[in-house]
C-alpha cells in the first residue's frame, strides 16, 4: 500500500507551487482533486509545465466567486485530510474557505497556504512571481554579484517540496485515523530560498554590500532569457539594470492589469492594452522598451513606486542588505511557519550541527 494511499487532497492551488506540492503527494498515493477556476489553471498556457505537475490528479472546474461552487468546495474540504491554497493572503477569507472557515466544518484537516512572503508581515499582499521572491531573498545575487536570469523556477519548486514536507509531518502529527485536531501549514516561498541562501560570513561579508555591481545599461532579450516555449522572450519578466547601478526583478506573466499597470508607469501607454499572445509575438522589442524605461529610473525609487502600482517588483538583493533592508530581522532557519497547534518547538534545532557519533548509542527521541 501506498504511503498516502488513504490521504484526500483537495487542491485549490493554481501555477506552480501548490501543484508541485501536490504532485508529490500524488506520488506518495494521494488522492488529489484539483479545483480550476473557469477557463482552467493558467499553467495551462504551458502544456509541458501543466502535465509535469498534475499527472496523476483529478480535475473539476468551480467558479469560487459563485455561492453554489463555493458551497460545494466547502463540502468537499469537509472531508478532505489536507487542503492546499496558494491565493495571496485574504483571498481565501474573502471567498469564506480559508483555514478558520474550513477547520469549523473538519477540525482535522491539515490547512497549507503557500504565498510569496508569508500569511503575515509588511510584504505579505504584494504580487509576485518567481524571480521576484529569489530578489528578495538574496538567492540572485548573495555575494553581491550582477545577477542573471536563474535557470531554473527554484522559488516554486522549492517551496512546493517544503509545502509537501510540512503537509506529511503535520498528518503524521495528526496521528492515526486523522482523529486528532489538523494543523496550519504556513509556507513562504521567499522564507524556504532564504534558508538556501543563508546568512553573510565573513569570508563573504566583504564583498557583500548590499550593491549590484556593474553599469546600468539596457537589459536585451538574449541577456534576459525568460522564455516561453515558443522562444521568444516575454517582456515584462526578468532581471533590469536601473540607473543607479543596480537591478530590479520584474514578474510579470500573462496577467493583463500586472502589464498595464507597469506601462502605466514606466510610461508606456501606447502599449499598456496588448494582449499576451501579442506581447509574446513583440517580445524583443516590448521588452527593450521595458528595459529602457527601468535604466531611467533608480532601483529604490522604482521598487517603491510600481510596489504602489501593484506590479510584481523587487529590489535584486545580497545576504547583507536582505537582513538589512528586506523582509527578515535575519535568515529565517526553518523555511515552514506551523500553528501553535503543531505542539510547540516547530523550526527550532541545535544551534550547531553535531560532532561526528556525538549521540552514540541513542535512538529516536
Not at 509545465?49 to 472546474?61: D, T
Not at 496558494?86 to 504565498?115: Q, T
Not at 519548486?157 to 489538523?182: D, E, K, V, W
Not at 541562501?197 to 537589459?219: C, E, K, N, Q
Amino acid at each position: 500500500m501506498a504511503l498516502l494511499s488513504e490521504v484526500s487532497v483537495l487542491d485549490l492551488s493554481i501555477w506552480r507551487p501548490g501543484p508541485y506540492a501536490t504532485s508529490l503527494l500524488t506520488y506518495l498515493g494521494a488522492d488529489v482533486l484539483k479545483v480550476e477556476p473557469p477557463g482552467g489553471d493558467p499553467m495551462r498556457f504551458y502544456p509541458e509545465l501543466f502535465e509535469s505537475v498534475n499527472a496523476g490528479k483529478r480535475s473539476i472546474v468551480l467558479d469560487l466567486k459563485d455561492d453554489d461552487d463555493r458551497a460545494r468546495a466547502l463540502a468537499l474540504a469537509t472531508s478532505a485530510d489536507v487542503v492546499v491554497e496558494g491565493f495571496r493572503p485574504g483571498v481565501m477569507a474573502r471567498l469564506g474557505l480559508d483555514e478558520a472557515a474550513v477547520r469549523a466544518v473538519n477540525p482535522a484537516v491539515v490547512y497549507c497556504s503557500i504565498s510569496g512572503y508569508g500569511q503575515q508581515g509588511d510584504l505579505a499582499r504584494l504580487p509576485g512571481h518567481d524571480v521576484n521572491y529569489q530578489a528578495w531573498s538574496g538567492a540572485l545575487s548573495p555575494d553581491g554579484q550582477r545577477a542573471s536570469m536563474p535557470p531554473l523556477p527554484i522559488a516554486d519548486l522549492a517551496s512546493g517540496l517544503a509545502a509537501a514536507f510540512g503537509i506529511c509531518a503535520a498528518l503524521l502529527g495528526r496521528g492515526a485515523g486523522g482523529a486528532g485536531t489538523g494543523t496550519y501549514v504556513d509556507v513562504s516561498m521567499t522564507d524556504v530560498l532564504a534558508t538556501w541562501t543563508g546568512a553573510a560570513t565573513a569570508t563573504t561579508a566583504g564583498a557583500a554590500t548590499g550593491a549590484v555591481t556593474g553599469a546600468a545599461a539596457s537589459v536585451d532579450s538574449d541577456a534576459n532569457p525568460a522564455t516561453r516555449s515558443g522562444g521568444s522572450s516575454v517582456p515584462g519578466y526578468g532581471l533590469y539594470a536601473t540607473a543607479d547601478g543596480h537591478q530590479v526583478a520584474l514578474g510579470v506573466v500573462n496577467e493583463p492589469h500586472f502589464w498595464s499597470a507597469l506601462c502605466a508607469e514606466l510610461g508606456l501607454e501606447p502599449l499598456r492594452h496588448l494582449a499576451f499572445d501579442e506581447r509574446s509575438r513583440r517580445g524583443r522589442e516590448l521588452d527593450e522598451a521595458v528595459a529602457q524605461a527601468v535604466a531611467a529610473r533608480t532601483r529604490d525609487e522604482l521598487v517603491t513606486a510600481l510596489t504602489l502600482a501593484g506590479v510584481p517588483v523587487a529590489p535584486v538583493l545580497d545576504r547583507r542588505a536582505v537582513v538589512a533592508n528586506g523582509p527578515f530581522p535575519s535568515f529565517p532557519a526553518f523555511p515552514i511557519r506551523l500553528g501553535a497547534d503543531a505542539g510547540g518547538g516547530a523550526g527550532e534545532a541545535a544551534p550547531t550541527a553535531p560532532k561526528l557519533d556525538e549521540h552514540h548509542g541513542q535512538g529516536f527521541r
